[in-house]
């Protein structure tokens, strides 16, 4: 796996690098996130922990892929910056797999408030499909007094 980096661009409100890198994986299909985020800590000369892959992108049937990544001043940046999703999936395997599990207990604690909040979502939608249906009679009536206004 060879990663080069096209494009460095300092972004100094978010205190970032914002770079655009190039993988080429001859051998393999596109690489997962972490090693990918070693590679580019080595080549950006940053510490693991500052550096987030945000995408990966390649075309079928080809070796090279593209993608995104952010370099952080420090990780508390990176923290108040980037979505919980984007920091658990450039965490190491086995700390995302712990993380995944604790939070598929959680939900299981919210489900009765989520079923309330799915019933009482459709008795909204019925009182706002009414609205529309009298506003368009409204709005007929004065639409052919327009119409008979236009033709004397």
């Known amino acids: 796996m060879d990663v080069k980096i096209v494009k460095d661009v300092r972004n100094e409100l978010f205190g970032r690098r914002e770079i655009d890198f190039e993988v080429v994986h001859t051998d393999s299909g ?15 000369g940053s510490k693991l922990e500052n550096v987030y892959v945000l995408s990966i992108m390649n075309d ?3 070796d090279k892929s593209l993608g995104r990544a952010d370099v952080y001043e420090n990780r508390q940046f990176a923290e108040k910056t980037l979505p919980r999703y984007l920091l658990i999936r450039n965490m190491p395997p086995e700390e995302r797999a712990k993380v995944q599990k604790v939070e598929k207990e959680k939900p299981e604690e919210k489900k009765p408030e989520a079923k309330k909040a799915v019933e009482k979502k459709p008795e909204e939608k019925k009182v ?14 004065s639409e052919k007094t327009q119409k008979e206004a236009r033709k004397a």
């Open 128 to 141: 706002e499909e009414k609205k529309p249906e009298e506003k368009k009679e409204e709005k007929k009536p």
């Open 30 to 44: 596109t690489p997962d996130r972490f090693s990918v985020r070693k590679a580019l800590a080595s080549k950006a």
């Open 60 to 62: 079928t049937g080809t």
